[in-house]
């Protein structure tokens, strides 16, 4: 109970942050005439447009790993407490160091990595955070180390990569925006949300022991960073006008 209500606050928030960012966006556009149309429309966009297919696939797989480490969290802090106040205090440490870590990085960090590397260097950060946390998981899943990579991985997340990943909106029309956003920012994500839980409960049938699941989510941040420098590409090809081949298709 104490996991899945976590996790579910967790979504909620970051729900209401979504849904103030497209209420924002509605009154711009609502200021410019308007655009109309149906939900299902988005997704017609996102699968029409390679660009948007692959902003939807960054959106699912940085799902699926949040997921995933959230759950690895909570399969260590049961490891490692005893009591049911010993877990609510770890998972507040936990929240404590996250949060901490996520305001140095936005004060003094974020504009200019944003500027130094570009957007899709930017964006690579957060998979190949993914990619060494969980490969010294592998090795030594305690709590302290879990501790360092979730406060480095949300740190990343919130205060790098999501400026990063609103910046790839930045370069498609309006009307492609407030039709695609919606889809990607709730369906795909909740649907990755899904996915990771799936993945987890695959991982716990098959008997996978904690070091194994964190070997196997390696790879697929791999292909996620892969991603990432492809979209970084097609976002700077399309902001200058210049030709360049869209990112691959994932998924």
């Excluded at 902003?55 to 490692?80: E, H």
């Excluded at 400026?163 to 695609?180: G, H, I, Q």
């Amino acid at each position: 109970r104490l996991v899945f209500g976590s996790q579910r606050s967790q979504l909620t928030a970051d729900g209401v942050a979504i849904e103030g960012r497209q209420r924002a966006g509605d009154r711009d556009v609502a200021g410019e005439g308007g655009i109309g149309g149906a939900f299902w429309e988005g997704a017609q966009a996102v699968v029409r447009s390679p660009y948007l297919l692959g902003i939807g696939a960054y959106i699912a797989l940085m799902a699926i790993s949040n997921t995933l480490i959230y759950f690895t969290q909570a399969n260590i802090i049961r490891d490692d407490r005893d009591t049911f106040s010993e877990l609510v205090a770890g998972f507040a440490q936990l929240d404590v160091f996250a949060q901490v870590a996520t305001l140095f990085v936005q004060i003094f960090v974020t504009t200019q990595v944003i500027k130094r590397i570009g957007v899709g260097w930017t964006l690579v950060i957060l998979p190949v955070v993914t990619m060494l946390g969980f490969a010294v998981l592998s090795a030594w899943a305690t709590f302290g180390v879990m501790a360092v990579f979730q406060a480095v991985h949300r740190a990343t997340r919130y205060a790098i990569s999501r400026p990063a990943r609103e910046t790839l909106f930045s370069v498609v029309s309006p009307s492609e925006k407030y039709k695609a956003k919606p889809f990607v920012d709730v369906f795909l994500y909740r649907g990755g949300d899904l996915a990771g839980a799936g993945v987890d409960s695959m991982f716990a049938a098959m008997g996978l022991t904690l070091a194994a699941v964190a070997a196997a989510t390696v790879p697929v941040a791999g292909v996620w960073a892969v991603l990432c420098v492809a979209l970084g590409r097609a976002q700077q090809a399309k902001d200058t006008g210049s030709p360049v081949s869209e990112p691959p298709q994932v998924g």
